[in-house]
Structures are given as C-alpha cells and as structure tokens.
T-cell receptor, first 112, second 111 residues
C-alpha cells in the first residue's frame, strides 16, 4: 500500500517553462488537494477535488491548472513557471474534507 | 473564506514540561479541526483531530480542546520529549470543502 505518491521529488525549471507534478493515491479517496509550502506561510491550498471530474480553486490558484479524470490521479500543471512559484508542493488525499488527510512526500521545485 | 491564526510561531520548552499551541478560526460553520506534525524535510502527518460536537480529545500525551463559542482550539503536549521537536500545524475545514492551515509553530524541546 503506497499511500500518496508524488513525482518528481526535485525539479529545477527555467522561467517560462511548463511542467506537470504528478500525484497518485491507492486508497480510493474521493478528496484530493494540492498545497504549496513556503517558509513562515504554512500550507496554502492551490486546488482541490471532491471527486473524479470535479475540481475547484483554493487560496492561491493563479498560474496552476488541475484535472481529475480518475479517482487515483490528480496532476498539477504549471503553465509558465515564474520564480515566485519556487516552493515545496504537497499533494494530499482523504475520504472527505473532514477526514484525515494523507500527504505525499512533496516535490521541491526551484524556478530560475 | 476561512482564516486560521496560530500562536506562538516558536516555542521552546524543557524536556518533561508541557507545551500549548493555540489556534483561532473565523468561520463558525467549520466542523473539523486536525493537527499535523511535520519534521524537517518530511511530510505533514496527522497527530490528532477533533470534531465540532466534542469539546476535548486525548491520545496518550497529546490532547486537543475546542471552544466553539470563542472559535478557538488548542493542542496540549504533556511530558515533552526531544522527539516532539517539530513544526506543528493546526487546520480547520469550512463548509466550502477547503482545509485551511495555520502558519505553524516550531516546537523545540531542550534537554
């Protein structure tokens, strides 16, 4: 049972490049979410999904897209990377919003 | 939307002492309040949670209290140990299906 798997673990991009952060869970959770973690600012919600085919914006959605075509996968796309998007990104899943959230190991992203 | 404030930002206690971290929330409809522990370079991990129909919950050395009227909740760690050193985050869920986190408390347990 792998839980929540995020790939890659580390990535360096140049400004303007695009990329997709992958997130997969094998717990059949309906709720999935993406957070970014910056020093002194805690975990800020980027996008979330309450089930396949349903996504919604969180606190800091600008510059990011998501889709949820299956229950298992919830990729996060950076459309045109900017230095302000340098951060650690965490994906999480849970049976619902008011249920324990299980986090992946994170992706450390640097934008030059 | 929901706003969660967490205090203090840093906390240093001696081994064996108690530690208390406090959070306030803004949305009176919030009904789920988890606490996460994050060690350096690791993922956040749930340590305890409480729902709005309960005032207190304990799990060994960890307890959480909730005051819905005042819209605040607290984490209490007794008999602290060096392995309790980490960053702790509180969070609250609003009716909009969003989990909002506080900014974290760095707990240092000294020998």
């Amino acid at each position: 049972n792998a839980g929540v798997t995020q790939t890659p673990k580390f990535q360096v991009l140049k400004t303007g490049q695009s990329m997709t952060l992958q997130c997969a869970q094998d717990m059949n959770h309906e709720y999935m979410s993406w957070y970014r973690q910056d020093p002194g600012m805690g975990l800020r919600l980027i996008h979330y999904s309450v089930g396949a085919g349903i996504t919604d914006q969180g606190e800091v959605p600008n510059g990011y897209n998501v889709s949820r075509s299956t229950t298992e996968d919830f990729p996060l796309r950076l459309l045109s990377a900017a230095p302000s998007q340098t951060s650690v990104y965490f994906c999480a899943s849970g049976a619902g919003t008011n249920q324990p959230q299980h986090f992946g190991d994170g992706t450390r992203l640097s934008i030059l | 939307g929901e706003n969660v404030e967490q205090h203090p930002s840093t906390l240093s206690v001696q081994e064996g002492d108690s530690a208390v971290i406090k959070c306030t929330y803004s949305d009176s409809a919030s009904n789920y309040f988890p606490w996460y522990k994050q060690e350096l370079g690791k993922r956040p991990q749930l340590i305890i949670d409480i729902r709005s129909n309960v005032g207190e919950k304990k799990d060994q050395r960890i307890a959480v209290t909730l005051n819905k009227t005042a819209k605040h909740f607290s984490l209490h760690i007794t008999e602290t140990q060096p392995e309790d050193s980490a960053v702790y985050f509180c969070a609250a869920t609003s009716t909009a299906s969003k989990l909002t986190f506080g900014t974290g408390t760095r707990l240092q347990v000294t020998l």
